[in-house]
């Protein structure tokens, strides 16, 4: 009686689909700029912040929905902002009341007061940390619709001027004397 060791060729997956798999329906980003020069330099990151939400929403992100996008029932809407259920932003360095101003980018976005949000930050990849928390939200059953999302404006918080004002608190001869 011999047991098959599974090998990098084999096969060990179905190709079925779970209910409870997290897929990705609509992906839209904002414009780049120049910081403190560009178009956007004196965009808060909350008002960006409100367009991605709507944007992601909208059967067609390109087109104004100046009327129909007003009514959260509107057949504009390839997901009802009312079926949102969680909303998790990834963001680095705005100051702690960027909770508050993304609250309010959510509902300038029509999305109910009734949705959760939280913001999430891991450095460089903190939007991405924050897919992957809405991702998981699906898979473990505790919502069914969210928005991963991150936002940023370095024209609103220059990292240079962060550091400079809160330089990081570190005991250097700790550190560098660490052996791990």
Not at 33 to 57: E, I
């Amino acid at each position: 009686n011999t047991t098959k060791v599974p090998t990098p060729t084999m096969t060990t997956t179905t190709n079925l689909q779970n209910p409870r798999d997290a897929v990705i329906v609509q992906a839209i980003r904002t414009p780049l700029c120049r910081a403190r020069k560009g178009g956007l330099a004196k965009v808060p990151p909350s008002t960006l912040l409100s367009a991605a939400l709507r944007g992601v929403l909208l059967k067609d992100p390109q087109t104004r929905h100046d009327q129909d996008a007003t009514d959260p029932a509107s057949s504009a809407y390839l997901i009802p902002p009312s079926d949102v259920q969680d909303i998790c932003v990834g963001n680095v360095l705005s100051p702690p009341t960027s909770a508050v101003s993304f609250r309010m980018a959510a509902l300038s976005a029509d999305i109910p007061h009734t949705t959760s949000l939280s913001t999430t930050n891991r450095q460089c990849s903190s939007g991405l940390q924050a897919i992957a928390n809405i991702a998981h939200a699906i898979q473990s059953g505790s919502i069914s619709i969210g928005i991963g999302a991150g936002v940023e404006s370095m024209s609103s918080d220059p990292m240079h001027e962060l550091y400079d004002k809160f330089p990081p608190q570190v005991d250097w001869d700790v550190v560098q004397n660490c052996r791990h």
